[in-house]
């Protein structure tokens, strides 16, 4: 098994939690994350995925200790 903290930003907060650790097993991808905590991401896409202050795709393994920020894509003009 391996903790790791999930931070989650702007809509995806939203009946949610901001900041949280979390056990998965080891192995686990960030995709398995996205999926485990229900964010809507049907409605808000995912923006940016950032292990350990480094941009990486859904298909990232996830180690012990990593901290997983995920964001919605924004708009604007």
């Known amino acids: 098994m391996i903790e790791i903290t999930v931070k ?3 809509q ?3 009946d949610h939690f901001k900041l949280e ?5 080891k192995g686990t991808a960030v995709e398995g994350v996205i999926i485990e905590t229900g964010i809507p991401i049907e409605r ?4 940016v995925i950032m292990v350990n ?3 990486f795709q859904e ?3 996830l ?3 990593d901290i997983l920020s995920l964001f919605p894509k924004v708009g604007g003009g």
């Not at 650790?21 to 097993?25: A, E, I, N, Q």
């Not at 808000?44 to 923006?47: D, M, Q, S």
Request: charged residues 25%; positive net charge; glycine residues 12%.
């Open 12 to 14: 995806y907060r939203a």
């Open 59 to 61: 298909s990232h393994i």
């Open 63 to 65: 180690e012990d200790g």
């Open 8 to 10: 989650l930003f702007a």
């Open 21 to 25: 650790k979390r056990v998965y097993p």
């Open 53 to 55: 202050g480094r941009h």
């Open 44 to 47: 808000f896409p995912i923006g």
